[in-house]
């Protein structure tokens, strides 16, 4: 998509953000587990104190809550309209916000002593990486602030090509249909790039907006071939933050690596 960069996302969905997603996500395409589920496993897995980077931090849908829990977190994100929005809300104050593409951590966010205990992408964030050489750069530089017990968890959608029509024609789905609004999703996929375009389009009778995402989709198995290329090794992988087995018939994950040495 011309014009599309990293900051793209968040600066166009800032504005709405919150009342799409605030509340566990629901307007989401794709399942994701609530802001509640992700804190207390997250605060399970790095104990009392514990260091935590959040990539693509947004508003701080799950970055307040792991502060409540008595967390370290660090909080990564392109969008300086998210990160205003964060800085804005009742807490924000306890975090520690890095403006900066995720696609080299390392390059913007400094290490602690000792590195990190957790790095956490939440939500299909990862794929807002539209390049394979992005995705696994971002994968190094989590390798290097992690620290020798840490762990990288992250959440996302597992891919279904046969879903899509394999000619990458574009399709059109009806989000929302209400009495002064329509949401519609204009998406067309390209299975070789494992490429998703999408315009969210929001019409209402003062007028539309286009809310413009590119995703890179990866599978489980593609995602440990580049978490092992970073020095990153599969510890666990769950169908959801509430511990449901991964299956072949899963349609979501959330996968946990720690570093090899």
């Given at each position: ?7 793209t996302?968040?600066?166009?969905y800032?504005p ?18 609530s ?16 260091t ?19 967390l ?7 969008s ?23 696609a ?11 590195g ?21 750069s971002?994968l190094?530089g989590?390798?290097h ?29 009806v989000?929302s ?39 890179r ?12 290329e ?26 946990t690596w720690?570093?090899?040495?």
């Amino acid at each position: 998509m011309k014009g599309y960069d990293s900051a793209t996302y968040g600066e166009r969905y800032a504005p709405v953000y919150d009342d799409w997603y605030g509340d566990d996500a629901t307007s989401a395409v794709t399942p994701t587990g609530s802001a509640d589920e992700v804190a207390d496993h997250l605060a399970g897995l790095v104990g009392p104190g514990g260091t935590v980077l959040e990539l693509g931090v947004g508003t701080g849908r799950l970055a307040l809550p792991l502060v409540d829990r008595g967390l370290e977190v660090t909080g990564l994100d392109a969008s300086p309209s998210m990160l205003e929005r964060l800085r804005a809300k009742a807490g924000a104050e306890r975090l520690t916000l890095v403006e900066g593409d995720m696609a080299d951590p390392a390059a913007v966010v400094t290490r602690p002593d000792g590195g990190f205990d957790a790095v956490l992408v939440g939500f299909n964030t990862f794929f807002n990486l539209t390049t394979a050489d992005a995705q696994a750069s971002c994968l190094r530089g989590v390798a290097h602030l992690l620290g020798d017990r840490g762990h990288l968890v992250l959440e996302a959608f597992v891919p279904d090509p046969g879903a899509h029509d394999p000619s990458g024609a574009g399709t059109v789905t009806v989000r929302s249909i209400e009495l002064d609004r329509v949401v519609l999703d204009v998406v067309a996929i390209d299975p070789d790039a494992q490429a998703i375009t999408g315009q969210r389009i929001e019409m209402t009778a003062d007028g539309n907006r286009l809310l413009p995402y590119v995703l890179r989709y990866a599978t489980p198995g593609q995602l440990d071939a580049m978490a092992a290329e970073a020095g990153l090794v599969l510890v666990d992988r769950r169908q959801d933050w509430a511990g449901t087995p991964f299956t072949e018939a899963s349609t979501s994950h959330v996968s946990t690596w720690r570093p090899t040495s």
